[in-house]
């Protein structure tokens, strides 16, 4: 199962679009997902964190467990924590495991094309 977070800029967009104009905007963006999978021992704590390629911003991201609901009953991983880096260029997630084996996370930035406006 995929848990994707969609950023606040970015749902605000799209429910304010009718009311909500913005400056044209030279480029088209173009959307790229960046994933890297970790692992997390039995009773620990782990983190990763992605980052976008040179020229991109993060809108959004999220966690993948393979067979798993994340978070859910069945599921020894526990979501702590999810969301952009303080720069805007990348996604990172905290995830604890209550259970006794190893298991994996998959975190996922979705980048498009843009720069942090300051």
């Known amino acids: 199962m995929r848990k994707i977070f969609i950023g ?4 605000l967009a799209i429910c304010m679009a ?15 997902l960046v994933s890297s999978t970790t ?6 704590f ?16 999220g966690v993948d ?6 978070g859910g009953a069945g599921s020894a ?11 805007g260029t ?3 997630l ?3 495991n209550t259970g006794t084996v190893q298991r994996s996370f998959t975190v996922i930035a979705i980048c498009v094309t843009g720069t942090v406006s300051p």
């Open 8 to 11: 606040a800029p970015v749902l």
């Open 18 to 32: 009718p009311w909500f104009v913005q400056p044209a905007v030279a480029v088209d963006p173009v959307t790229t």
């Open 39 to 44: 692992p997390v021992d039995g009773g620990t």
């Open 46 to 61: 782990n983190q990763a964190t992605v980052s976008c390629p040179a020229g991109m911003v993060v809108t959004g991201g």
């Open 65 to 70: 467990i393979a067979g798993t609901d994340p």
């Open 77 to 87: 991983l526990k979501e702590r924590y999810s969301g952009p880096v303080f720069s």
């Open 90 to 92: 990348g996604w990172t």
């Open 94 to 96: 905290g995830m604890d």
